[in-house]
């Protein structure tokens, strides 16, 4: 007998019962962003390994352990995307969208990063983005974050996550500090941790975010990235703290943060909540001015976020149960007994349609009488049954079962749309 083949470690089934919670958080989340006017974009799951080389920084964790990049028949070296910012300017690029223009677009779709598979950290994951292009002063940074901020109220998990803010300034400033912090942590590296040891001389900044205790004491005594930024970024920072104090978005400026990925400046931001254990971070993302040009195209101011939609789910099935409540397979099941009933009961069901394309219908196949039929509809957590029995059939009537009250009334179909709606809101 044939072994049976499983599905690749980290990369998950979605299955039936749980895409309709999915796709109502998708839902809610796509029609705020198409109130703040952003346009959606899909780019390839696959793209050239150069891209994100490039984009992200060679030394990254991304690029140097966690890509999956492989060659193709031609030999040419392509990766599973690992995240979609860089594949978002390259489309802007290619397609002429940037260059003295705006865009505010979003996406939604897998991502791949080969990681330790645990809860909320999974090897194929979802991200929902958006990225802005050609804007450049500190009210976009502002909207994104405020245009989050509505995200988790209207899931109703406001309250259990927080805006953690910094800024990481120019690139030369960066490297001023990035001096001064490998020079300050030279003195302890036999107190480093090995990660952070390999860190020191690749990416030094990424040592600020390490979760080892010792190390976060060691950094007490650090230089601060703060006193080495540049004066607009400085000024930047400054006006966006002050917009979302008007706003009344609560944030906690956090100088430790900083962005794993090398295309950061500015403005980084990370939404955070204690909720989910060691994967606290829901939502990141920040400023990114010079990524555009880096790729080969003129410079253009950039800013932008992405969401782990996993993490998400996570996060309001625990916080917002009745969230998850509110999803329902079926709105009405249709039952019918006799061979010229069940034929009739598939035309009702198509008129019944073509007036209220939004109600899900399911009508019932294999026969059986009325009791099993009925039963099968419960099954689906229907809220009315439909019945037409050879009476019915014979006068041009249905019968509508309450299944939630269990009141039931008979009238012609052709006023049973409206009784739908009456019934259903």
Known sequence: MAKNIQSIRGMNDC???DIQ?????????????ASYSFSEIRTPIVEQTALFSRAIGEVTDVVEKEMYSFDDRDGDSITL???????????????????????????LGPMFRYERPQKGRYRQFHQLGAEVFG????????????????????LGIAKH??????????????????????????????????????????????ILDSKNPDVQKLLNDAPLLADYLDDDSK??????????????????????????????????FEWVTDALGAQGTICAGGRYDGLVEQLGGKATSAVGFAMGMERMVLLVRQINPDFVAECTLVDVYLVACGEASQQ???????????????LKLMTHHGGGNFKKQLARANKYQAKIALILGEDE?????????????????????????????????
Request: glycine share 6%.
């Open 81 to 107: 995307r690992p995240e979609n910012t860089a594949g978002c300017v390259r489309a802007g690029i290619e397609h002429g969208l940037l260059y003295n223009q705006q865009q505010r677009l979003w996406y």
């Open 21 to 33: 919670f999915w796709q109502k958080i998708e839902n809610k989340l796509k029609q705020i962003l």
């Open 161 to 206: 996550v927080s805006l953690e803010l910094n800024s990481i300034g120019s690139l030369a400033a960066r490297a001023k500090y990035r001096q001064a912090l490998v020079t300050f942590l030279q003195q302890y590296e036999d107190k480093l941790d090995e990660d952070c040891r390999r860190r020191l001389s690749t990416n030094p900044l990424r």
């Open 344 to 358: 009739a009961i598939l035309v009702l069901a198509e008129k019944i349609r073509d007036q209220l394309p939004a």
């Open 393 to 425: 059939y014979q006068s041009g009537e249905v019968t509508i079962k309450d299944l939630r009250t269990g009141e039931q009334e008979k009238l012609s179909q052709q006023n049973i749309a409206v009784r739908l709606v009456e019934l259903l809101g």
């Open 15 to 17: 299955l039936p019962a």
């Open 135 to 154: 804007l450049a002063g500190p009210d976009i940074d502002a909207e994104l974050i405020i245009m989050t901020a509505r995200w988790w109220r209207e």
């Open 235 to 268: 000024q930047h920072f400054i006006g966006l703290c002050k917009l979302l104090d008007t706003a009344g978005v609560q944030y906690r400026i956090n100088q430790r943060l900083v962005r794993g990925l090398d295309y950061y400046n500015r403005t980084v």
